[in-house]
């Protein structure tokens, strides 16, 4: 099963995202429903499911998340696949783009992430690309241009962030030049591993310098992972509706 939980951003910033949903993917069956998240003040349900204790099934992934894949039709769609690592000549299941790619759009306040899971050696492993990159100072972007693949990073705990109490900053290994920010999905992570592994591993995958800033610097991150680590774990992943996990049937 691929899966992914759907975060939305209150209109004040310092709330911080919060997950409201899960969509997941499984014997060819699309499914979504709310979590507890959504169940905080100024959230309003997605049209046409509006129901906090449904599930949702379909056969084709739900319009509200096609909508943030790149068409096939469109020229960059090849150039999309790359910047993210993908294979063109085989992609893979969209949900598994969405995961990476975070489907970000500038006009609303929704992401979807994956929620990490022990790699075959049972260890932290992510791909991401870097945030906040539009934020920096000119010269920033200079370094991110001059960056080279299987280059090692350095991640800072950002402690004194007035808008996001958990952001961990990514740096150059040599020159210390901050080039960005880990997701947030990400970061709360961190906060937690930094303190039970003895070494947290992250590094250049791509520099894509075609691509749009949120799609400028593909990263990946290897840690321990402790034996009572536990992400995604909080009451505002719980599913609301009581049948949510039960296996899909196509």
């Known amino acids: 099963m691929n899966a992914l939980f759907v975060a939305w951003r209150p209109a004040n910033p310092s709330d911080g995202w919060r997950p409201v949903g899960r969509l997941e993917h499984d014997q060819g069956l699309y499914r979504f429903f709310y979590t507890q998240g959504a169940k905080k003040a100024g959230f309003r349900p997605f049209t046409q499911m509006d129901d906090l204790e449904r599930v949702y099934e379909s056969e084709q992934l739900f319009p509200i998340f ?15 696949l790359h910047w993210g690592g993908f294979d063109s000549a085989s992609p893979p299941d969209p949900i598994v783009i969405l995961g990476v790619s975070e489907g970000l ?48 990073l350095k991640l800072m705990l950002d402690i004194q962030n007035d808008y996001d109490q958990y952001a961990v900053a990514v740096r150059t290994e040599g020159d210390r030049a901050m080039i960005g920010y880990l997701p947030r999905y990400l970061a709360q992570d961190v906060w937690k591993l930094i303190n039970e592994c003895s070494v947290i591993q992250i590094s250049v995958e791509r520099v894509n310098s075609d691509a749009p800033l949120q799609n400028r610097v593909l990263c990946r991150m290897n840690a321990c992972w402790p034996e009572e680590f536990e992400p995604c774990s909080g009451d505002d992943f719980t599913a609301i509706p009581s049948n949510a996990m039960r296996p899909c049937v196509s």
């Open 66 to 80: 096609a909508n943030r894949l790149l068409s096939k039709s469109r020229p960059e769609y090849e150039d999309f």
């Open 105 to 152: 759009r500038q006009t609303d306040a929704l992401e979807v992430f994956p929620c990490p899971k022990p790699d075959s050696n049972g260890s932290y492993f992510n791909k991401f690309f870097l945030h906040g990159i539009r934020w920096l100072h000119p010269s920033a972007l200079q370094r991110i241009e001059n960056l080279q693949v299987n280059e090692k």
